[in-house]
């Protein structure tokens, strides 16, 4: 059974930066992996995805300020998140294709951009 936890959330100034981890099991991370958020009300939306040979895609709002990355030997995928704004609050998913199709989430990591 897969399983993904996030974490690294928080609050943070306009500007400021933080790190969001993805720990993966049931599954590689040399599977494409991407990261989503989601504000109330809406659908989830695609901010970054890693696919198995380490190409890497983003949204336009986010490209420039976001890198995605992955360590193997720890099954995480990352999300660095600089020169964050307001628009970027949101609580941050990351997710497989599959369980995606399903309608499967985890719990999320809230992330509060103060302006």
């Known amino acids: 059974q897969v399983q993904l936890v996030e974490s690294g959330g928080g609050l943070v100034q306009a500007g400021g930066s933080l790190r969001l981890s993805c720990a993966l099991s049931?599954?590689?991370?040399?599977?494409?992996i991407s990261w989503y958020r989601q504000v109330p009300g809406k659908g989830h939306d695609l901010v970054a995805s890693i696919s198995s040979d380490g190409s890497t895609n983003y949204a336009v709002s986010v490209k420039g300020r976001f890198t995605i990355s992955r360590e193997n030997a720890k099954n995480t995928v990352y999300l660095q998140m600089n020169n964050l704004k307001s628009e970027d609050t949101a609580v941050y998913y990351c997710n497989v294709p599959w369980r995606v199709i399903l309608g499967r989430w985890g719990q999320g990591t809230q992330v509060t951009v103060s302006s």
């Open positions: 049931g599954a590689t991370v040399t599977h494409i």
